[in-house]
């Protein structure tokens, strides 16, 4: 077994224990299994691991990585979880499955129009800045649910969920919390919470999709890629 098949296994059964000991079935929450950085064989090894939803958070990088991968397993599922910008848009709808990263009506606006000229339709989910972090994405968790109703009402964008990336340093649980009660309070089914060092406590509190990196592709040089915009949370399990 390959290393990465190896660390997806332990990832698998930690998140089965972490459901089973919340009372959860191990089924509810799902592994997006975050590559950026990493090339495409590392990729290749987790699918052939097995492993068939992924998470990238700059659309060039993912642009440059995956179309041929899609083509060669028609059943992956690729997730943006990095800041979009508008002219990154049509890009963005032509390869994602998931945009987790929607946290402004303007973007909303743009990824309506686009999705209605390429007939293509990526699940929609809103990241909520629980933190409250200036230097982070994000809606504010105040103007939350009316960015949900613009969305829905204004731009008739079916969100399903909601996404946060809590604060790098302190408790986790107030803002796994927080996202899980604007979900319910909005209706929504998906809460993406969790990385590599959270993510049992996240499924402990609801988490329906965790994005774990370094726990299945090893570090990241300098974690570059996370950039400002993401803070620095949780570094690599790995040396
Ligand atoms: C990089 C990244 C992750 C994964 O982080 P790890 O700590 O490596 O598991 C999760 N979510 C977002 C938004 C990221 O940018």
């Known amino acids: 077994m390959s290393d990465i098949a190896a660390d997806l296994k332990a990832v698998r059964d930690r998140m089965d224990a972490a459901a089973r000991a919340a009372g959860r079935d191990p089924a509810a929450a799902t592994l997006v299994a975050v590559s950026k950085t990493h090339p495409a064989e590392a990729v290749r090894a987790a699918l052939t691991a097995g492993q068939r939803v992924f998470g990238e958070n700059r659309v060039q990088e993912a642009k440059a990585k995956f179309p041929d991968l899609k083509a060669e397993f028609p059943d992956l599922e690729l997730h943006l979880i990095g ?13 994602f499955d998931v945009i987790e990263s929607v946290d402004r009506p303007k973007l909303a606006h743009s990824l309506a129009d686009e999705m209605a000229r390429a007939g293509r339709h990526p699940k929609i989910l809103l990241q909520v800045n629980t933190g409250r972090e200036s230097q982070k994405a994000g809606v504010d968790p105040d ?3 009316a960015l949900v109703a613009v969305c ?8 399903e969920g909601l996404m946060c990336i809590p604060p790098a340093e302190g ?4 803002h796994f919390c927080l996202l899980a009660e604007i979900a319910a309070r909005n209706g929504l089914a998906v809460v993406s919470m969790g990385m590599s060092g959270d993510f049992e406590t996240a499924i402990a509190h609801g988490a329906t999709h965790i994005r774990v990196g370094s726990a299945i592709f090893g570090g990241r040089p300098q974690d570059k890629a996370m950039g400002s915009a993401q803070g620095g949370a949780h570094e690599s399990l790995k040396p």
């Open 83 to 95: 800041p979009l910008q508008s002219n990154k848009v049509r890009d963005a709808v032509a390869l």
């Open 143 to 145: 103007q939350a649910d």
């Open 152 to 159: 829905r009402e204004q731009y008739r964008l079916r969100v």
């Open 171 to 174: 408790d986790p649980v107030p």
